[in-house]
């Protein structure tokens, strides 16, 4: 529902859930939310959104996503956190995600500070902030929410009345770049630890200690990084000397949170249902975490080790509980790899009783074989849906590089039961610039593309539907720390250009060209993807100029201005060129080795060496190849 210029205010008298509430008063009037575009983003009030008396709760969390609204409401891991904080009677969590550019200038030019969508009240009042750090190009976005929030963005200028700052997700694997911002990061997964952070917060705020004093006993719960603890030496070539700790009792590694019973840990029964459309409007049913195949680009794939799944039971009774609590259409599958999932056709009979109560069942992260087209021939609308691959590699020598598990032979035979199970439209996703990548590579993208369209028209014509449409989509590679591709060089824009040159030039050379459509990825966007994921603490001015001049949403393309970017490296003296091109040697110590991820950096080193030799190894189904992960004594690697 999208707000037609009716009085905003009306709308959210009649809020709900949870009693002891106050009348909900607006922070922005009526006035600035009919200019600008979306008001609905800003009003909160949405069904299943706690309501909670401030006044009554100990700890005030605001759970932020560093996005627009659409994509913020998007992310399942926030609304994990969001019940689970709340289940708690003495903590309330709220949400705030980032204005959009006509309300940021705004709020810029009147001095409105941010404020959070539950109460409406300004995120400074807070006790926490909380970051969802999900992906580099979001990083001036985060420098945007301190900044209207009216906070430091340095975390050594924060006084006492300021909130603490803290950062979890994906990125936080490095938060290096990020360091200076923050006051402390979660690593891992939060359902473990942070009961005993709130736990330490309000013991600490009775006994009435200081921030400081807070955030050297913080860093003694595992998974706790506080930055303002360690520093830095580097050597005179610009890698780093030392990375240590300032004090005896501040530990010297950060070691990952793992939750190993997923099927008995907090799950939003009632999730939130947004005022507009968002960009997954749908109920997701989370059915397993981590990911058996070990592809050596893949950070998700070693970071969330051991794969561990989920109960069907758990889950059917999740599914059933939020269709019923959120009017939600469609229900998505959310897992890295879903065909992987052990008891996925139990899964699947039972959601088919709700298909045919209108509900749409939806299954990203499916391998193309004969179980998997069943399964997505029986829950979608073959006609007008369209498959998708991602064989990432061309070639077969470099699908073994990066250890994709997936020859042609299997990708062919995938795309002939597709075809003649009534498919016509296949997207494919390669990456470009891996490591070992030649000029042969390359061409084989759209040699293999039109070897799946050939496969199409070897159907007899009678039972053809038409044409066939074969999309290539490449992205350029980033190598991300915790892969075995961390060492590993980039290019830079038009070394990523060039190859982009060569795929669309050997496209044009194909028989079956009508057939096949290639789009390609940003190099720009690429570049700086790379100095942000495998930075240090020297990237910290380049953010905080870049967010000066202007750099914000830089996810989006018609946000992103390169130049800006560009002048912000120049005036701090920072080289991309150092953090992006040079092959950095498996000795050297890197902004992320004091985190121990919980898969070693020998088994890294040994994945490197094999994928220079182009060996395969296998899943973790298949062979344990002792990543470290069994340490957690759980998942996969004990047969579940």
Not at 619 to 636: D, K, L
């Amino acid at each position: 529902m999208e707000l037609q210029g009716k009085n905003t205010s009306e709308l959210l008298r009649g809020s709900h859930h949870n009693s002891g509430k106050k009348e909900r008063k607006l922070a922005l009037s009526d006035k600035i939310l009919l200019s600008v575009e979306k008001p609905a983003r800003y009003i909160g009030g949405e069904v299943n959104a706690v309501m909670k008396n401030p006044d009554q709760v100990d700890i005030r969390f605001a759970m932020c996503f560093p996005d627009v609204y659409e994509i913020g409401m998007s992310h399942l891991g926030l609304q994990i956190l969001y019940d689970m904080f709340n289940q708690r009677e003495d903590v309330y969590c709220e949400r705030v995600y980032s204005p959009w550019h006509d309300l940021h200038k705004m709020m810029k030019e009147r001095r409105i500070p941010l404020f959070t969508l539950e109460t409406q009240s300004p995120v400074r009042e807070m006790d926490f902030l909380g970051i969802t750090i999900q992906y580099e190009m979001c990083y001036t976005n985060i420098l945007q929410i301190l900044d209207l929030s009216q906070i430091p963005l340095l975390a050594a200028e924060r006084t006492e009345e300021d909130p603490l700052v803290i950062g979890g997700g994906p990125c936080a694997y490095n938060p290096e770049p990020l360091a200076d911002f923050f006051d402390m990061f979660y690593i891992g997964e939060g359902e473990t630890r942070y009961d005993d952070l709130l736990n330490l917060y309000k013991a600490h705020r009775t006994e009435g200690g200081s921030r400081q004093e807070f955030l050297r006993r913080a860093c003694h719960i595992p998974g706790i990084y506080v930055p303002s603890l360690y520093e830095t030496a580097y050597q005179e070539d610009g890698t780093i000397a030392s990375f240590t700790p300032k004090y005896e009792d501040v530990p010297p590694t950060v070691k990952k949170e793992v939750e190993m019973d997923i099927t008995h840990t907090p799950y939003p029964r009632k999730p939130l249902v947004p005022f507009l459309k968002v960009t997954q409007d749908r109920a997701v049913l989370e059915i397993q975490r981590g990911c058996i195949r070990g592809c050596r680009f893949c950070q998700a794939g070693m970071i969330y080790r051991p794969t561990r799944e989920r109960d069907v039971e758990m889950l059917k009774e999740c599914a059933s509980e939020m269709l019923r609590a959120s009017g939600h259409e469609e229900i998505s599958l959310s897992s890295l790899s879903s065909s992987d999932y052990s008891q996925l056709s139990e899964l699947i009979d039972f959601l088919m009783g709700f298909k045919e109560k209108g509900v749409n069942i939806s299954l990203p992260s499916l391998r193309i074989d004969a179980f998997s087209l069943d399964v997505m021939g029986k829950v979608q609308d073959v006609r007008k849906s369209s498959l998708t691959f991602a064989p990432e590699a061309g070639s077969q020598r470099l699908r073994d590089v990066i250890n994709k598990g997936l020859t042609e032979e299997v990708i062919l035979e995938g795309a002939g039961l597709a075809f003649e199970g009534g498919w016509q439209k296949v997207k494919l996703y390669f990456m470009l610039g891996l490591p070992t990548e030649t000029e042969e590579d390359q061409r084989e993208i759209p040699r293999l593309a039109e070897k799946i369209a050939r496969r199409y028209y070897e159907i007899p014509k009678e039972q053809r539907k038409g044409k066939c449409q074969v999309t290539i989509s490449t992205s350029f590679f980033v190598p991300k720390p915790f892969t075995p591709f961390q060492w590993a060089p980039m290019y830079d824009r038009d070394g990523y250009l060039a190859r982009a040159r060569i795929v669309n030039e050997e496209m044009k050379a194909q028989l079956n060209r009508k057939s096949l459509k290639y789009n390609w990825h940003e190099a720009d966007v690429t570049v700086l993807e790379g100095v942000l994921a495998r930075g240090d603490r020297r990237i910290g001015p380049v953010l905080a100029k870049a967010y000066e001049k202007g750099c914000l949403f830089d996810s989006w393309s018609e946000s992103f201005h390169n130049e800006l970017w560009m002048e912000a490296f120049q005036e701090c003296g920072v080289s991309i060129d150092f953090y992006n091109l040079r092959t950095r040697s498996t000795d050297e110590i890197l902004p992320w080795d004091f985190i121990d991820c919980g898969v070693s950096k020998s088994f890294l080193k040994k994945e490197w060496e094999r994928a220079q030799r182009g060996e395969v190894t296998p899943n973790c189904r298949q062979q344990c190849s002792g990543c470290g992960a069994a340490q957690f004594q759980g998942g996969v690697c004990y047969g579940g």
